[in-house]
């Protein structure tokens, strides 16, 4: 998996998926950051959804298991795609009520069947948790999560609920820009700074 995982860190920074900004930027959780990491357009490109169909599938090694779906933009994308890909049962939750009556909603899965939840990026979690619990009321079995980035600093991992595999972090995305000279000048240090914060 290290080549792999290698790969697509490259990419990630050749494809402008990860962005060190002077403006900084409000996340999800109120935190202003000059760094941000979105896999949204990369995947649109269909030869970064095939490596991270590789690399996924390089996880996966024969495990049986449902993909499950968080509420993102991204998430049932990659699990449809990886679903058609690996043959794989797939289970669809609607956290929103964004289309009438399916607020809560769960769809497909096998019951008793181990659930990996699928998103692009982790930063605190609390759409997957939410992805788990829905899932395991309508008797799906044990869930776990895949991503392609964790960017949650380390005190956050501790508690986390759910197991976590993630072939990349931020912490070794911004190590590697630095190291590659994608990073120079007031980058670099805005970089800096948010690898103090992930070290927390």
């Given at each position: 998996?290290?080549?792999?995982?290698?790969?697509?860190?490259?990419?990630?920074?050749?494809?402008?998926?990860?962005?060190?900004?002077?403006?900084?930027i409000t996340l999800k959780s109120g935190r202003q950051s000059h760094v941000y990491v979105s896999l949204r357009h990369f995947v649109c490109e269909s030869a970064n959804l095939a490596l991270c169909g590789d690399v996924f599938g390089e996880w996966l090694e024969g495990r049986e298991l449902t993909l499950g779906s968080v509420s993102s933009l991204l998430s049932p994308v990659l699990c449809g795609a990886f679903a058609g890909r690996f043959d794989l049962?797939?289970?669809?939750?609607?956290?929103?009520?964004?289309?009438?009556?399916?607020?809560?909603?769960?769809?497909?899965?096998?019951?008793?069947?181990?659930?990996?939840l699928v998103d692009d990026v982790l930063s605190?979690?609390?759409?997957?948790?939410?992805?788990?619990?829905?899932?395991?009321?309508?008797?799906l079995g044990k869930a776990s999560l895949f991503v392609f980035v964790d960017k949650r600093p380390q005190s956050l991992r501790v508690h986390f609920p759910l197991p976590v595999a993630a072939p990349l972090n931020l912490g070794e995305l911004l190590r590697h820009g630095i190291k590659a000279g994608y990073l120079r000048g007031e980058a670099l240090g805005f970089a800096e700074k948010?690898?103090?914060?992930?070290?927390d």
């Open positions: 998996m290290i080549a792999l995982a290698q790969a697509l860190m490259e990419r990630c920074w050749e494809a402008g998926a990860v962005v060190v900004q002077n403006a900084p049962p797939l289970a669809l939750f609607r956290a929103d009520a964004s289309e009438k009556g399916l607020s809560g909603q769960v769809f497909g899965g096998e019951k008793g069947g181990a659930v990996v605190s979690g609390g759409t997957a948790v939410e992805a788990a619990r829905a899932f395991a009321e309508k008797g948010e690898l103090a914060f992930l070290a």
